[in-house]
């Protein structure tokens, strides 16, 4: 027998969701909407937080339309950008031309992820049958024999019992819940970290640059607006010797690398401001046991290249919703049920990751180490040809495999 809490409170629903972040908000919305009792659990007391993906792919928006949500996701503050351009020392190419698709939305979508998942949230808010709960962290999994029942939740105003038909794990690539449930990782690794730092925006700065190449460095820049959310890429575990050098030689090379930040770079006042993420890719060897399932960076963590990680994370989503909306009878989906949603989405995380690899192998760890770096042949090709163009946008703006909504509308409050 699992854990047994012995806490005061407890809820029933038929699906519990751990984590509010892009799989977790979308699913809670898709089931919600479909009738089925769920709850979603977000540790903290709000979605803000920085460092996050920012990009909304024409996938994502494609679901938004399909769910009737698009107008009014568009009025959300966001920035646009149809062509993905790369400046590999004084030569720009074309890496994209997302304009080229033939989707309600060819653009991709620079929204911060708390502006996002508010959104969510407050559509969400139309059906009864979904609550989102903050400030209520999952700590450890309930148990009847092999199955999950539901999870332990702390709380402001202590434990609480949560039993459920389905517990889904979106909790991240650090989840704990995977972790309690003793799923098997599988590392496939990447020779690479990111330095996250922002840096104000002028006036005369916009540009529609999207990676810099030069030198042996590489930085990827996002537009918030007022300021640029910048990601300069080094070796893995390479923090320590880049801090090494000091803050003044950082921010020089940063300048050399994009000077459009050179009125700008004295944001970066110390090492505080200069967050490190450090980037992986791995997947689950299953994503399901009984009563229990893994879905977004909890099954797959993703790299940056790409952008693709919270687009994956909503196709695995509407994927899980259409699978299972009416599975939730005597007992809730049945193993063979979440082994369907992995069965669905495995193929196109594992083609994702693959090519991910590949840029990071091919393109990325040679042009942060080599000083006479040159843009390969492929790409020096795309950035002659529209139609490749067209091609490379398909990859990151609609992906391998794209899901539309099939989960039905119950009645809205």
């Known amino acids: 027998m699992g854990k047994v809490s012995q806490s005061a409170e407890a809820l029933r629903v038929q699906c519990c969701i751990v984590g509010g972040g892009p799989a977790g908000m979308m699913l809670g919305y898709l089931l919600g909407r479909a009738g089925i009792r769920t709850v979603v659990l977000e540790k ?34 966001h920035d646009e950008i149809s062509k993905l351009e790369g400046q590999f020392g004084a030569t720009t190419i074309r890496l994209a031309d997302l304009s080229r698709l033939d989707t309600p939305c060819p653009f991709i979508a620079f929204m911060p992820q708390w502006d996002f998942l508010n959104f969510i949230d407050s559509q969400g808010k139309h059906y009864p049958q979904l609550e989102v709960r903050k400030k209520t ?13 539901g999870v332990v939740a702390r709380t402001e105003q202590g434990e609480l019992d949560i039993t459920a038909d389905l517990t889904v794990a979106c909790d991240g690539r650090h989840s704990v819940m995977r972790e309690q449930a003793g799923m098997i990782v599988r590392d496939i690794g990447a020779p690479m970290d990111v330095l996250w730092f922002r840096a104000g925006k002028t006036e005369r700065s916009g540009n529609n640059i999207f990676a810099r190449i030069q030198s042996g460095q590489m930085m990827v820049m996002l537009d918030r607006g007022d300021y640029w959310q910048c990601a300069y890429v080094i070796a893995k575990n390479g923090y320590e010797a880049v801090e090494a050098k000091g803050l003044d030689a950082f921010r020089a090379n940063i300048v050399r690398l994009a000077p459009v930040l ?31 399932l893994c879905i977004g960076d909890a099954a797959h963590a993703m790299s940056p290249v790409g952008g693709v990680g919270v687009n994956l994370a909503i196709q695995d989503a509407v994927a899980t919703a ?75 703006g609609i992906g391998i495999r794209p899901e539309h909504v099939h989960s039905p509308e119950a009645k809205r409050a």
């Open 322 to 396: 259409n699978l299972l909306f009416d599975r939730f009878g005597d007992g809730g989906p049945s193993l063979d049920d979440l082994h369907r949603v992995q069965a669905r989405r495995e193929f196109p995380v594992r083609a994702t990751q693959a090519i991910q690899v590949f840029v990071q192998n091919r393109l990325i760890n040679r042009a942060i180490t080599d000083r006479q770096f040159t843009p390969p042949l492929i790409m020096r090709l795309v950035g002659c040809s529209p139609w490749l163009q067209g091609i490379t946008a398909r990859s990151i």
């Open 137 to 149: 962290e999952a700590v450890d999994l309930l148990r009847d024999k092999d199955r999950v029942t």
């Open 44 to 77: 903290h007391a709000d979605f803000f937080r920085d460092f996050r993906g920012d990009t909304v792919h024409p996938s994502t928006m494609a679901v938004m339309g399909e769910l009737g949500l698009l107008d009014d996701f568009l009025e959300v503050p």
């Open 262 to 292: 050179k009125d700008s770079i004295g944001d970066v006042k110390s090492w505080d401001d200069v967050k490190l993420l450090s980037v992986k890719i791995d997947r689950l060897v299953q994503w399901a046991k009984p009563g229990f």
